[in-house]
């Protein structure tokens, strides 16, 4: 029996509450660890993220999957 998944896309907007820098780790409900936290506790699984290239991170796309059962 072939497995199904869905898939889900969260765009956290940067800022330091939320991404953080090399010193400062994000905090509040919109850090990305917060939300990564959340969805699993929701049955998803962070499958992988992106950003858009350059030196000033404006966003980062948290990709999650689960198992369709």
């Not at 780790?25 to 699984?45: L, M």
Request: proline letters at 4%; a positive charge.
């Amino acid at each position: 029996m072939k497995r199904k998944f869905e898939y889900k896309l969260v765009r956290i907007r940067a800022s330091k509450g939320t991404i953080g820098n090399s010193k400062q780790k994000p905090t509040g409900e919109d850090a990305y660890e917060q939300v990564i936290h959340k969805h699993a506790g929701e049955g998803w699984r962070l499958c992988d993220t992106w950003s858009p290239p350059g030196v000033a991170t404006a966003w980062i796309d948290l990709i999650f999957e689960r198992e369709i059962t």
